[in-house]
């Protein structure tokens, strides 16, 4: 029989109840939360074990419950009538290559603030992390593995000593003191709601260890699971009195935005078992880590090989999605080992350093990656959106609303960022079936300066400052009241995207307007090779191409070449009541006309032509046969004619000195007149167009 002690009610106590609510996170499921906590204490517990990898099993599965009550001294009783039938559900997680439990196991071995592995996780509430590199950081995470079950955890784990290896098995219990079926409360009715059995040592309660190994061995055979073996070391959590159903019941908020259909679904799919939806859940925060043996290339984090009862999560195993969100984060941290890395599948994602300015040795912070991508070119079959995936639901069937990620040294992603800062001001991509994704990772090894005026901070590095930054749930960076280095990586990175977007729509502008095909456009430029001669003739780029609207006709009448210039006869008429118009030169594209306004606003380059000069050979109208002008010019320096009858002005668009266009307004009706137009190509490989108005 193994002794027990019960925490009683008392001055400072750490009572059951506040270590349940200590996670503050109650909007994401369960499961998650238990992924996230326990991959990310296996990964802390590998940072000083050799190899360039962790191992990680996620095993469900049935156990009598008899069989384990009867080790429970004193509780069994009350188990027993709780759990009557003969099966019952339990969780393990194990890790392999990893420390395991170690530190001091005795009140009188703490000699300093580390109080070790073993005691921070089975006794310590709220003691920090302070392993460099660390992902934990508030001591609370471990409260969802009390939160999945009944609130019993057993604890097993294989350390390395000085002479050799070592076991230690503890069982701990972790309710809520005030509530009716508290399973302490018949027990000792002082109880403040935590338990612990081992082997009772004076004032000690001790884990049992390898002189108890087969008493080790016989809880294990309760489960049907094996003790580590030969030079294995690393930690197997049990949570017993599981309920699949209840877990499995908040993968989907009641209150969650989600079609019907797509819930359907999503459930037919991830939801029909444990295995099932830890499989996604793993995908969901770990893709950097899963099999990334890429990470070796260029630093010293390990990669992680994880299963779920058994059958592991390969690279080729993961949802698409899942697998393009590493390829993003692998971009982006190779950036900050001043490295690069490209990926094969996905060659369209970008890197851009992420600039603060004030606070680090350095501007740059880190580093986002960015792609832009169609659905189906995340490079294999997925039933859903990459929304549902990722659990943000209400976005799936709108906008593609951007998603921004983010991580530290661990590799765990903290958030899928479709609302909030990280977005702020970013525009959806205008095809409906395209999505913008991007990926932000911080250069962790940054010094924060030390003549920073707020010197609590001064001389961190940016990792630490981060993980500080965070909540018990790791769910988000929030700065601390004096501090606003956070509100800048946002901002910025924001901004990073962008720019990036507007790139990605330039050279989108620029790729579509190569194929121009407007019905003066051939006519405009000419086929590449005209400067030796050969000019070719198009059906519209000889004589008599040209437009008609109502009460106005502009006809080209002849063309020439010469350099870059486009030398073009035409013909403008004006009838009836008409005595304005505006003749604008245009990019007339596969996605629509582009007129200077817009390629100014959307491009922010110069339009790719300008007018050099105007000329007019003659104006005149039938109803005053006096009226005539004769080799009059517009230029740039001098961009108006004007008489008592008419006007005519060269112009340009907003905020540029290109002039791109020209008006003619008159005092009389029906004006002819015939002239030449001189084009300044910038650029040959684009073919033009008129706006006329």
């Not at 490295?339 to 350095?362: A, C, F, K, M, T």
């Not at 005092?667 to 910038?682: C, D, M, P, Q």
């Amino acid at each position: 029989m193994l002794d027990y002690h019960i925490l009683h009610i008392d001055y400072g106590v750490s009572y059951g109840s506040v270590t349940l609510k200590s996670l503050q996170n109650d909007n994401v499921p369960e499961l998650d939360l238990l992924v996230r906590e326990a991959i990310q204490n296996s990964s802390d517990a590998s940072l000083q074990e050799p190899g360039d990898r962790f191992r990680v099993n996620f095993n469900t599965g049935i156990f009598c419950p008899a069989d384990l009550n009867s080790y429970i001294t004193d509780l069994q009783s009350v188990l027993d009538q709780k759990f009557p039938g003969a099966e019952a559900n339990f969780m393990e997680i194990r890790d392999i290559n990893t420390s395991g439990l170690t530190g001091c196991i005795r009140k009188s071995e703490i000699a300093d603030d580390d109080h070790g592995n073993f005691f921070k996780l089975i006794y310590d509430t709220g003691k920090r992390q302070t392993q460099q590199d660390a992902g934990g950081n508030w001591g609370f995470g471990k409260s969802v593995y009390y939160r999945v079950g009944v609130g019993i955890v057993i604890f097993y784990s294989r350390i390395k000593t000085e002479t050799g290896y070592d076991s230690r098995l503890i069982v701990t219990l972790v309710e809520d003191e005030s509530s009716p079926d508290a399973l302490l409360r018949p027990l000792d009715s002082r109880s403040a709601g935590k338990a612990w059995w081992g082997i009772r040592d004076g004032e000690d309660l001790l884990p049992l260890t390898d002189r108890d190994a087969e008493f080790i061995k016989a809880v294990l055979d309760v489960f049907k699971l094996k003790p580590f073996k030969e030079n294995e070391t690393g930690t197997s959590i049990i949570i017993p009195y599981i309920n699949p159903d209840v877990l499995l019941g908040d993968i989907i908020p009641n209150e969650a935005d989600i079609r019907e259909d797509v819930k359907q679904t999503f459930m037919s799919v991830w939801g029909k078992s444990l295995e099932d939806y830890l499989t996604l859940a793993i995908q969901k925060w770990y893709c950097p880590k899963i099999h990334n043996r890429n990470l070796k290339n260029f630093c010293k984090k390990k990669w992680l090989s994880v299963s779920v009862n058994n059958n592991p999560i390969r690279k080729t195993d993961m949802i698409p999605f899942f697998h393009l969100v590493q390829e993003l984060y692998t971009t982006a941290i190779a950036k900050t080992y001043s490295s690069e890395y490209v990926s094969e599948q996905y060659p369209g994602i970008s890197s851009y350093p992420v600039n603060i300015r004030g606070y680090l040795d350095g501007s740059t912070s880190g580093y986002v990656s960015v792609i832009k991508i169609i659905k189906d070119d995340l490079g294999g079959p997925m039933t859903l959106s990459p929304y549902d995936y990722i659990g943000k639901f209400e976005a799936d069937g709108g906008l593609n609303e951007p998603v921004v990620m983010y991580t530290r040294d661990p590799g765990m992603v903290i958030e899928y960022a479709v609302t909030g800062a990280w977005v702020k001001n970013i525009s959806p991509p205008e095809n409906d079936n395209e999505f913008l994704f991007a990926f932000y990772m911080p250069d962790t090894k940054k010094k924060i300066k030390n003549d920073l005026s707020v010197p609590e901070y001064a001389g961190e590095t940016l990792g630490e400052y981060l993980r500080a930054c965070e909540a018990s749930d790791h769910m988000s960076w929030v700065d601390p009241a004096k501090m606003q280095i956070v509100d800048r990586i946002q901002k910025n990175t924001v901004n990073r995207i962008i720019e990036q977007q507007t790139v990605d729509k330039k050279s989108q502008i620029e790729a579509t307007a190569s194929k121009l095909s407007g019905k003066l456009g051939r006519m405009l430029l000419p086929r590449a090779g005209y400067a030796s001669g050969n000019r070719g003739n198009g059906s519209d780029g000889g004589p008599g191409g040209g437009m008609k609207l109502k009460d106005v006709s502009f006809e080209i009448l002849s063309k020439s070449f010469s350099e870059s210039n486009l030398i073009l006869d035409f013909s403008l008429k004006l009838s009836h009541a008409k005595k304005d118009v505006d003749v604008s030169v245009i990019v007339d594209s596969e996605g629509g006309r582009i007129d200077p306004a817009a390629w100014q606003k959307d491009i922010g380059t110069l339009f790719p032509a300008t007018i050099a000069d105007l000329t007019i050979h003659s104006a005149g109208s039938k109803t005053t046969e006096s009226f005539v002008i004769a080799d009059a010019v517009c230029t740039p320096d001098n961009p108006a004619i004007v008489n008592e009858y008419l006007m005519i002005e060269l112009g340009h668009a907003v905020d540029s000195s290109q002039y791109t266009s020209f008006k003619v307004k008159s005092n009389i009706l029906n004006i002819e007149l015939n002239g030449t137009l001189t084009i300044h190509a910038r650029d040959k490989k684009y073919n033009f167009s008129f706006r006329v108005i």
